[in-house]
């Protein structure tokens, strides 16, 4: 399979926790997004990475929200101290040289 | 700041129409536009992406067109199957950003 993968897909925890998630692009991507959607909205963006740098980060990314892509191939988003509001779903997308961003199959935070 | 928008919020249509859905963009300085859909629980499908210097982009049954000045989008579903239930959100950049931003969905039915 050679879309963008994203572990784990579900992941509870409890309120004051600290949560990892991790996302592998499609290889010849260079490009690495993070969105969050809630219930019945749209995705929201977090952050944005083109290789290893950081490009651009959302006032939703709060100072307990933080990611990296170290090598410039797979992507974590760490956040700590979890809240019952960080519950949504976490998806990961990525895009080549053409600005069509792929999405994977995301990671559902429930914070108990 | 680019807000999009879609109408309606929801539709429910007998197999076999033709049925078109809208999006509306503030920002018209764009460069693309991506069409999405997502089944419930999932990622999000890439459907089709528009360039700014397009007009229209089809894919099998799907025609998406793009009006610039006015700020629309439409994606056109020919001849609709049961199987095409799922919401279908639209996704436009900031001027030449990449990070996009999301319509809120719309959900169509298809009835056999």
């Known amino acids: 399979d050679t879309g963008v993968s994203q572990n784990p897909r579900h992941k509870i925890t409890k309120r004051g926790q600290n949560v990892t998630f991790r996302c592998d692009p499609i290889?010849?991507?260079?490009?690495l997004y993070w969105y969050r959607q809630t219930l019945g909205q749209g995705p929201e963006f977090l952050t944005y990475?083109?290789?290893?740098?950081?490009?651009?980060k959302s006032r939703l990314l709060s100072d307990r929200f933080s990611a990296e892509r170290p090598k410039g191939s797979f992507s974590t988003l760490e956040i700590q101290r979890t809240e019952q509001g960080d519950s949504a779903m976490y998806l990961c997308?990525?895009?080549?040289?053409?600005?069509?961003?792929?999405f994977g199959p995301g990671t559902r935070l429930t914070v108990l | 700041k680019q807000e999009v928008t879609q109408i309606p919020a929801a539709l429910s249509v007998p197999e076999g129409e033709n049925l078109v859905l809208n999006c509306s963009f503030t920002?018209?300085?764009?460069?693309?536009l991506q069409w999405f859909r997502q089944d419930p629980g999932k990622g999000l499908t890439s459907l089709l992406l528009?360039?700014?210097?397009?007009r229209e982009q089809t894919s099998g049954r799907l025609n998406a067109s793009l009006d610039k000045s006015s700020g629309r989008s439409t994606l056109y579903i020919a001849a609709s199957q049961p199987g095409d239930s799922a919401t279908y959100l639209c996704?436009?950049?900031?001027?030449?950003?990449?990070?996009?931003?999301f319509g809120s969905g719309t959900q169509l039915t298809v009835l056999p």
């Open positions: 290889s010849e991507h260079n490009r």
């Open positions: 920002d018209s300085a764009i460069y693309n």
């Open positions: 528009i360039q700014s210097s397009q």
């Open positions: 996704a436009a950049p900031e001027g030449s950003a990449r990070q996009l931003t």
């Open positions: 990475f083109q290789n290893e740098a950081q490009l651009e």
């Open positions: 997308a990525s895009s080549g040289s053409g600005r069509m961003q792929f």
